[in-house]
């Protein structure tokens, strides 16, 4: 069932945790690391042939990862300059508001004994809340060199690469493309709905294998120490929790950071704070942002209870 899972899913959400970090540092690309990405070695037998050749191919293929990743976050960057200090409170956030709600759906007094569905939860939510947010984060063109030679390639690619890859908009309700100019039509806002599914679903999948399989294993190592303690807990089915969580993030995350990101922020709170009073500015996008965590905890924990992913002795 893994082979399901795109495993480039949990090293871009690693490498995006580790640009926010390094925010500060600028991404200059230049001619001599696009050369640098694609190396060619030549050697003189075939076995050191097929190796060199292997190891350029790996390293082209983690270099070109990384690229997009960086492109992307410099593409979200220029269009909402306060993204890095977004994403951090969304990660403080995710993290919050899923132990409120854990504590609110409960009770204060089940917390411990329930303590398994808990962790894999808050686990779940850091992972799996800030992917979503990433993905749909309006975005708007950064033009370098780099960027240049790689649109060149979409455009050979053929046109239904380029429509997905440059006139869909990464955010439903942005009011332009990633241009700056071009206004999105109805069909290109709706393909842009439907353009993150795919990558937050494998993303889903895959926190909330992160979150419920740290759990097990936190489970088993609690068994051997104290061989006498009984869960209060059914153990959860981790392939049916990961469907469900990669569900909820395609579909009620996606829409809930959709608006949040394209309408509430951009079209509301920017508006009515723009250019000033900046502290309340924060305090409001903070709350606004709480809300919606809470909102999201709260219909995840309420699914799981239904469908009898988590259940008690």
Sequence with gaps: MLKMINSSTLLQIMTILLLIVNSSSSFVPTQNKLKNAYPKTVVATKTTQYSSASQTRHKSVLDSFIYDVKLQYQQRIAADPQFNVKSLTEIVLAAGTQ?????SRRG?????????????????????????MWKVAPSTSVVTAESRV?????DKR???NYFWSNQVPTNALQPYLLDGVTRPSVIQRCAALVAPMPSLFQAGFVASFIGYGFTALLIQIRSWFYPSYIAATVPINIFHACLYTGFFLASVSNIRYQVLQGFIEPRIIDRIFHNRYPIVRAIVIFTVRLANGLLGATLAIMGMKALKLQRIK
Excluded: N, Q
């Excluded at 004994?113 to 992972?127: H, K, M, N, W």
């Design 150 to 154: 790689v649109e060149s390639m979409d």
């Design 158 to 160: 053929g046109s239904w």
């Design 108 to 132: 204060i007094h089940r917390i411990v004994p329930e303590c398994d569905f808990v962790i894999a939860g808050i686990l779940t939510a850091i992972v799996g809340k800030y992917y979503s």
């Design 99 to 103: 132990l409120t709600a854990e504590i």
